[in-house]
Structure formats: C-alpha cells, structure tokens
C-alpha cells in the first residue's frame, strides 16, 4: 500500500517539530490521531523502519 499525502504531512510536521503534540496541534488533530496515521503508514511503508521514535520524538 502507498502513503497517503495526509501520512506524508503528518510525519513532517512531527520531523520539523521534533514532537508529536506539537505536529498534532499544527494539523489540528488529538494525538491519538496524529499517531494512528503514523502507525498505518509503518505497517505501509519501509521508510519509519529506518527512524527510532522514542518518548514521541523522532531521532
């Protein structure tokens, strides 16, 4: 399955804020939400197994 342009957009804005609260707050979606599409798109795509996410930042 493809990442969706939603997916793409989300897992900027958490890169550039460094923060899912903050890339949830900037979409204008509840966390849960923000890390639901993130979920989706690891199970999708190859691309977050090369990241580490811990504490709900990205390294």
Known sequence: ????F???RAFASIVRHHSFSKAAT???L???SL?????EMEKNSWILDCLTVQHG???
């Open 1 to 4: 399955m493809n990442i969706t």
């Open 35 to 39: 890390s639901g599409l993130i979920k």
């Open 30 to 32: 509840t966390q849960s």
């Open 57 to 59: 930042k990205f390294i």
């Open 26 to 28: 900037e979409l204008h």
């Open 6 to 8: 939603r997916q793409l």
